[in-house]
């Protein structure tokens, strides 16, 4: 896998197919705020069950912006059409549901274990600590005295920093574990746009496209660091100047659709082509 080919084909095709594909990946996400703005208008637990139907509901959305980065990578920037391509998700509901429940799902869940796994290690290892930190929150009630009581005991102090390194250590197996699986299962959406395989049938097959690719989809996934390091950025000044966290959310989402989303996207749908060509070299060799 070539991965400088795939960047500088990105850059190449999104000089004609950036403003299409930008305002593709923008009607999506307006529809997502919209929808997620809704659902938050209730009340809080109301607000939080509507807001997890919503992004179950919604996952399908994404497909579009899929479609949209295929046309790109095959020359047909002129068929992208934001509207339609940005509602595919909805107008092919049913077709593209049940892949990206699977995918969520599957990713939900292996996350779940490793946090449950990671609570249970806190508890059995770090049970003294927490206990210790219950003692002083409900003995102090101000904060500063709070605070300055633990600092000034040394052996606590110890057992707290003890305890973040374990948490820090289980979110490092958290990413890992992210990682390992999305780089069996980035390529089912591609797959399910091109060849209709749905659900576990995407998966598995884009499981077996990552074959002897993973690490080329992370060195790809690597070299796109600085573009969300500056999204990152970007999403801090608009912190410090916005105050309403609605559009200031809204406006985050935006300069990464800009700086990194379409890009990424583009970049992938390009390794998925030559993955697509590879794997079926060897399926009839």
């Known amino acids: 896998m070539n991965n400088a080919k795939i960047r500088f084909d990105t850059a190449t095709v999104l ?3 950036f403003q299409p594909l930008f305002l593709t990946f923008l009607f999506i996400l307006l529809i997502n705020q919209g929808i997620s703005t809704f659902a938050s208008m209730f009340g809080q637990t109301l607000s939080q069950i509507l807001t997890l139907l919503a992004t179950v509901a919604t996952l399908p959305l994404a497909q579009g912006q899929v479609k949209a980065a295929l046309k ?22 049913r077709r593209y549901f049940s892949t990206y429940f699977v995918v969520f799902m599957i990713t939900l869940m292996s996350v779940l274990m490793i946090v449950l796994v990671g609570v249970v290690l806190v508890l059995a290892t ?5 206990s210790g930190l219950g003692d002083y929150y409900l003995t102090f009630t101000d904060v500063n005295a709070l605070v300055l009581a633990m600092q000034s005991d040394a052996a ?6 003890s305890t973040l390194g374990i948490v820090l250590a289980i979110l490092g197996v958290i990413g890992l574990v992210y990682l390992f699986i999305y ?11 091109k060849y209709d395989y749905r659900g576990l049938k995407a998966v598995t097959t884009s499981a077996k496209y990552m074959k002897g690719r993973k690490w080329d989809l992370v060195k790809l996934m690597v070299s796109f660091l600085p573009h969300a390091l500056l999204g990152v950025v970007a999403m801090s000044v608009i912190d410090s100047f916005v105050s309403n966290m609605v559009l200031a959310s809204l406006l985050s989402s935006i300069v990464f659709i800009a700086v990194l989303n379409v890009r990424f996207k583009v970049a992938l749908a390009y ?12 399926t009839h060799d």
Request: hydrophobic fraction near 45%.
């Open 15 to 17: 000089k004609e197919a």
């Open 72 to 93: 790109a990578v095959n020359n047909q920037i002129d068929a992208i059409d934001p509207k339609d391509d940005g509602l595919a998700g909805f107008s092919h509901y």
């Open 126 to 130: 770090q049970g003294d600590v927490l």
């Open 156 to 161: 606590l102090m110890s057992a707290i920093y």
């Open 183 to 193: 780089s069996h299962i980035a390529l089912a959406p591609f797959i399910l746009e």
């Open 271 to 282: 390794f998925f082509e030559e993955a697509d060509i590879a794997y079926e070299g060897q």
